[in-house]
């Protein structure tokens, strides 16, 4: 048979495998999504957008064409020339395949947007959507949810598992200190005290087991070496930060203390054997520092906390080959495909190759939607199961393994790996 024949055979017996979605943004409960957006203010809040200003589109017009007060076809008007440009784009494609899979059309276009918008408007009051296009359409038993919109831990417990952010712990905003001096109750005066409020959250978070555990975005916002501190220059670096606390214009967090927090905080979830998801690789939006995200930054955590499952998001992209290694050299880090495959599906699937050829197939989750609204999650799903089947397909015309072993490997990649990752 030919290779797009076994493509082709696998991705329809990958269908309606059960999935475990390893990273979501999307709102933790249907009711907390927003009733005022429209389609394009829906799909633009984030991932195709970094398209669109990429290929060139005007901040200003950018922005109106994000704003749902303003009639539909005009800001569509605005959009189409810079949307042809990205629509074939993994972020472009993921859209289409989304509205042909809930709205049965072939693509979102000026024909088609009106009536695609009517009916996706309707779904913005459906209290049963997750379960409608999570659970029914996708088979996804499980989401892990990244809460980033302010409603940490009150996800649905039907859909969700969530992992927490103790990033402002580490590094805290300037507004942050409200927020510890609520938890311990008292005005916060030394490194101690800031230590008990990581500790009180901690314990509070999981006290369930609805919270999985720990997720860090610090790469957002500084690079990922967290080198080993002694606590004399932690207690200095917080005196440090807090000499400047009358002046919120000159707060900022030393070094020192980022890297004492970060040590702390994994030598509890290393005590526990707790999971970490850590962004590596590419950041959202249309700058930052690509640097700073290179996974091989966090090598030293890896050699001293050896009782914690890392799980690396995005496969790194672009230091896929780096994260590779890092994930075949330790038993206690996995590679995360979240996101990936809408990021470049042919990476996606050279990576997985790679994957096959060195590390052990237990290591690997090939799923994560990471979106913040839940239309496009089908299409990313759709995506990924293409690219996974594609790299199988691959393997199984070389020889190394035939279709019925192929599809094995599918399913423990989308179910069995993040399940047994995630102990869940
Ligand atoms: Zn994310």
Not at 273 to 289: A, D, K, P, V
Not at 318 to 339: E, G, I, S
Request: proline fraction near 5%; charge should be negative; glycine fraction near 6%.
């Amino acid at each position: 048979m030919k290779q797009s024949e076994i493509k082709k055979s696998l991705n329809e017996s990958l269908r309606d495998i059960p999935v475990i979605d390893t990273h979501e943004h999307l709102p933790g409960r249907a009711e907390f999504r927003d009733r005022e957006a429209d389609i394009l203010s829906e799909y633009l809040m984030h991932y195709f957008s970094v398209d669109l200003r990429s290929s060139g589109m005007s901040k200003e017009d950018f922005s109106k064409a994000e704003n749902p007060r303003l009639p539909v076809h005009e800001r569509w008007k605005l959009l189409e020339p810079w949307w042809e440009n990205c629509r074939l784009t993994g972020y472009g494609r993921a859209l289409d395949k989304s509205v042909q899979i809930l709205y049965g059309v072939p693509e979102l276009n000026r024909d088609t947007l009106e009536t695609v918008n009517t009916q996706f408007q309707k779904t913005l009051s459906d209290p049963g959507i997750y379960s409608k296009i999570l659970k029914t359409q996708c088979h996804i038993e499980w989401a892990v949810l990244d809460e980033i919109t302010g409603h940490s831990c009150q996800g649905d417990n039907t859909v969700f598992k969530e992992v927490y952010r103790f990033d402002s712990f580490i590094r805290p905003q300037y507004d942050c200190l409200n927020r510890i001096e609520k938890i311990i109750g008292r005005k916060v005066k030394s490194l101690d005290d800031w230590l008990e409020a990581l500790d009180t959250t901690y314990q509070s978070v999981f006290s369930s087991d609805h919270v999985i555990g720990i997720k860090c975005g610090l790469a957002y916002e500084r690079n990922l070496f967290f080198p080993d501190v002694d606590r004399l220059s932690a207690e200095k670096a917080f005196r440090e930060m807090f000499s400047q606390k009358a002046d919120p214009s000159l707060w900022h967090s030393p070094p020192d203390f980022e890297n004492f927090m970060m040590h702390y905080l994994l030598g509890k979830a290393q005590n526990e054997g707790r999971l970490m998801q850590i962004h590596t690789g590419i950041l959202e939006g249309n700058g930052n520092t690509l640097a700073n995200c290179d996974p091989m930054l966090l090598n030293n955590l890896f050699n001293r906390y050896d009782n914690i499952r890392f799980d690396l998001f995005h496969i790194g992209y672009p230091f896929q080959h780096k994260l590779l290694a890092l994930v075949k050299m330790y038993p206690h880090v996995f590679a995360d495909m979240c996101w990936t495959n809408i990021i470049s599906p042919r990476a996606s699937v050279s990576f997985l190759r790679d994957f096959i050829d060195s590390v052990p197939l237990n290591k690997v989750s090939a799923f994560g939607g990471d979106y913040l609204f839940p239309d496009a999650v089908p299409g990313h799903l759709m995506m990924a199961k293409e690219n996974v089947a594609e790299a199988l397909a691959d393997c199984v015309t070389q020889g190394l393994f035939d279709e019925k072993r192929a599809l094995q490997m599918g399913k423990r990649f989308f179910y069995d790996n993040p399940k047994a990752i995630f102990q869940i």
